[in-house]
Nanobody, 129 residues
Framework: QVQLVESGGGLVQAGDSLRLSCAAS????????MGWFRQAPGKEREFVAA????????VYVESGKGRFTISRENAENTVYLQMLSRKPEDTAVYYC??????????????????????WGQGTQVTVSS
């Protein structure tokens, strides 16, 4: 079973940048798509960004296009989420997840949280206005 540990969260001001990291252990994730999701207080968990197993396909939530960049460093078994120009509505707990099946690249699978099988504990990101 893979363990995912997120880091990099904290309190930032609107407009600031932040980079989240997700370190995996227990299984090599180089053949698995990875995703970031978030859950704000009182709201359902929503998709934020995902990257396919090879890094050749990335997808983002509409509000994150142009501001968020997901990347992966397979040699370090780590996935990153760079977030620029943070907004107060970005405040949430951010979760990293690993896909259930290897070699997935289609957009639907990347965006759907039901297709992810392993989840981290989450890291809190708070954006003050």
């Amino acid at each position: 079973q893979v363990q995912l540990v997120e880091s990099g969260g904290g309190l930032v001001q609107a407009g600031d940048s932040l980079r989240l990291s997700c370190a995996a252990s227990g299984r090599t994730l180089s053949t698995y798509a990875m995703g970031w999701f978030r859950q704000a207080p009182g709201k359902e968990r929503e998709f934020v960004a995902a990257i396919n197993w090879s890094g050749g396909n990335t997808v983002y939530v509409e509000s994150g296009k142009g501001r968020f960049t997901i990347s992966r460093e397979n040699a370090e078994n780590t996935v990153y989420l760079q977030m620029l120009s943070r907004k107060p509505e970005d405040t949430a707990v951010y979760y990293c997840a690993a896909h259930r099946r290897p070699y997935v690249s289609d957009d639907w699978s990347l965006r759907s949280d039901s297709t992810y099988g392993d989840w981290g504990q989450g890291t809190q990101v708070t954006v003050s206005s």
